[in-house]
């Protein structure tokens, strides 16, 4: 078992939990649970693709300053 634990140990922490939240709200608890983890997984998600579509607006704009530099550069050179 991870860290240690024993059947025996999860058996008592089982049992200590039915006996402080009775039967009644542990499907609450779970339900509740489950959708605080599929919103924490859904903002995990909608933070990646906005961190991805940052990082592609600014490779985008820096390769739109380097054309433009370049071309500013040329006409320089051809004022001259």
Not at 31 to 43: A, C, D, E, Q, V
Not at 60 to 70: D, L, V
């Amino acid at each position: 078992m991870p860290w240690g634990i024993g059947g025996w140990e999860i058996a008592i922490v089982v049992v200590i939990i039915l006996l402080i939240f009775g039967g009644r709200l542990i499907p609450r608890l779970g339900s509740s649970l489950g959708r605080s983890l599929m919103g924490l997984k859904k903002g995990l998600k909608e933070g990646e693709e906005e961190f991805k579509s940052a990082i592609k607006e600014d490779a985008t704009a820096e390769i739109k300053s380097e054309s433009s530099a370049e071309g500013t550069t040329s006409q320089k050179t051809e004022q001259s």
